[in-house]
């Protein structure tokens, strides 16, 4: 086990400063005096940057200390991401800096060589400290989780949840697929009635599907439409759960949402079983009655994989119809590729599904169409948060020039890496044969799936963050980017669809829609417009 996890807080005790060998009355009466002045984050702060410094970390070889952003982040990363990440930018250039989250330093890294510097050795030997950093309320929610353990534990639970959410389940869920898009198509259709156009808010259109497809991979067909209901309803409860720990609104749904949450899997598995259906939620359970993972590692791994990246999913589908609705020239060459793909008829996907030929199947699984490049650049420009959520390396590592001890946490400001890099931007004299077609003005802050054309994921490796840098990938890859292509699908081969209302003044780097505040994602609040072809 590596030092750094001896102590995975990073606290460092005071009688390490040194300071209180030598005239201790003097100290303790200054210290005493500092905590009344400051307050005792302050101090230890202030303690620990001395200790850091006295041992040649965060600063450079010349002894220049890293850019720091003074003031509490925890919460403001989230609500007021895009301004904090204008605040870093402006006061470190393209060099990394520190944020504070409580008494821990965290190292910012914006650029594809600080992200590089920081996965590309021993990734296998880095950490998410305890509860994310975000203290006894996370814990609560999602200390537990796949998403904050680290080894024999993170092995375990991954090794029990990844069989359910591998690329061959994703493709396995064709049919089923097919008929939930066929619903939720059919829904929109006939809340239009017979209106040739109609207006949906972007983020609440794209909630219930993905849900929906992502609690049949947990618990099975013994998931109906009814059950959706109930557990979208939990939905709203976790997420105020998780806004609540956001100091801007009251607790009160905390404590009965853990128990809530165990009856409902419970019942599932029973209902599952008394009806002889399948349930994946209760073969993993198995598991957790073998003792390869404790019962809490299920349970909050389902909420992380329900809940959680719920937000994410709805809010990057989202992002696509509004991406597509700006960018109409786009929109229009990515649904002839559609028709061609699937052979220009204008059948049902449900219909295609059935066809011997598969055309649907055959053009999802490609990864060298227009289709692929509209996924991956929508989520290159618009991040799932401002600020991903904190990992440690076990060892000392050079980051930008600057020294960071084994144990610091390390957070990606997700927008600037993905706009920044030198491989998105023009460069006078640049031979990417991918970028042939575009003009000086594509810059990485402009929406060119094109770019991603003839570009091995190799070569972006380190300049964008979609679903994982190092050793960690999210589970549900496979399935979120199923679920974006066939969304894609559905939608352009009935639908154009062009922006409602007016734009906001404010623009968040990339994005010139209005956001919600109300989330620990980054959201959309914008009506599109769906007008029938
Ligand atoms: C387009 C949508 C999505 C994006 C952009 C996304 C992105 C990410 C990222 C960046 C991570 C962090 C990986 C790391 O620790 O370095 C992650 C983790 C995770 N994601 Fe996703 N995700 C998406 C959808 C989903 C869906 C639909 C599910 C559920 C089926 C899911 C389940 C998870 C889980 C459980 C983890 C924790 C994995 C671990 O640490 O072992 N995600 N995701």
């Known amino acids: 086990m590596p030092a750094a996890q001896e102590n995975p807080s990073g606290f460092i005790p005071l009688e390490l400063t040194g300071a209180l060998s030598t005239r201790p009355m003097i100290v303790l009466g200054l210290l005493a005096t500092l905590v009344v002045v400051l307050n005792w984050t302050a101090v230890q702060r202030m303690l620990r940057k001395a200790w850091l410094r006295r041992h040649g970390y965060l600063q450079n070889y010349e002894g220049k200390p890293i850019p720091e952003v003074k003031g509490e982040s925890r919460f403001s990363r989230f609500s007021h991401g895009y301004e904090l990440s204008r605040e870093g930018s402006k006061l470190a250039g393209d060099e990394p800096y520190i944020i504070w989250n409580g008494t821990h330093p965290e190292v910012v890294l914006t650029q594809a060589e600080h992200v590089r510097e920081f996965y590309s050795k021993r990734s296998q030997e880095h950490f998410k400290p305890e509860n994310a950093n975000m203290g006894h309320y996370f814990g609560r929610v999602m200390g537990v989780c796949a998403g904050v353990q680290n080894g024999a534990v993170w092995k375990n639970i991954r090794k029990v949840f990844d069989p359910y959410f591998s690329y061959k389940s994703a493709m396995g869920f064709s049919e089923i697929f097919a008929t939930e898009f066929k619903k939720w198509m059919d829904d929109l259709a006939s809340q239009a009635g017979r209106k040739s156009e109609f207006v949906v808010e972007a983020t609440t259109v794209c909630t219930v599907l993905p849900f929906k497809l992502i609690a049949l991979a947990c618990y099975g067909p013994a998931m109906t439409d009814k059950r959706v209901l109930l557990t979208t309803w939990f939905g709203r409860k976790q997420r105020s759960r998780l806004f609540n720990l956001l100091p801007t609104a009251s607790k009160k749904d905390m404590d009965t949402f853990e128990s809530d949450w165990k009856q409902f899997n419970f019942f599932m598995m029973r209902e599952s079983e008394a009806k002889g259906l399948p349930c994946p939620a209760r073969e993993m359970y198995h598991d957790v009655l073998a003792g390869t993972i404790t019962e809490a590692n299920w349970l909050q791994t389902i909420d992380e994989i329900l809940f ?226």
């Open 308 to 533: 959680t990246n719920l937000d994410v999913t709805s809010a990057i589908l989202a992002f696509l119809l509004i991406n597509l609705s700006i960018n109409q020239p786009v929109q229009q060459e990515l649904r002839a590729e559609i028709l061609e793909s699937l052979g220009a008829s204008p059948t049902t996907v449900a219909d295609m599904i059935d066809s011997n030929k598969n055309p649907l199947e055959a053009y999802i699984r490609k990864t060298d169409t227009l289709l692929e490049y509209t996924c991956i650049e929508s989520g290159r420009l618009c991040p799932a948060v401002w600020f991903t959520l904190p990992e440690y390396a076990g060892a000392d590592l050079d980051i930008g020039g600057y020294r960071v001890p084994a144990g610091t946490s390390c957070i990606i400001d997700w927008a600037r890496l993905n706009t920044e890099s030198r491989l998105w931007n023009p460069e006078p004299n640049r031979d990417l044969n991918n970028m042939e077609q575009a003009g000086p003005e594509v810059t990485g802050r402009v929406f060119y799936p094109q770019r991603f054309r003839g570009m091995s994921p190799t070569t972006y490796r380190w300049s964008m963050l979609r679903f994982g840098l190092g050793g960690r990938q999210c589970i549900g890859k496979n399935f979120a980017a199923r679920i974006m292509k066939q969304f894609l699908v559905e939608v352009l081969t009935r639908y154009r669809v062009e922006l409602d209302g007016e734009r906001p003044v404010k623009q968040w780097g990339t994005i010139n829609v209005e956001l919600r505040e109300d989330r620990f994602t980054v959201m959309p609040k914008q009506n599109v417009r769906f007008v029938r072809i």
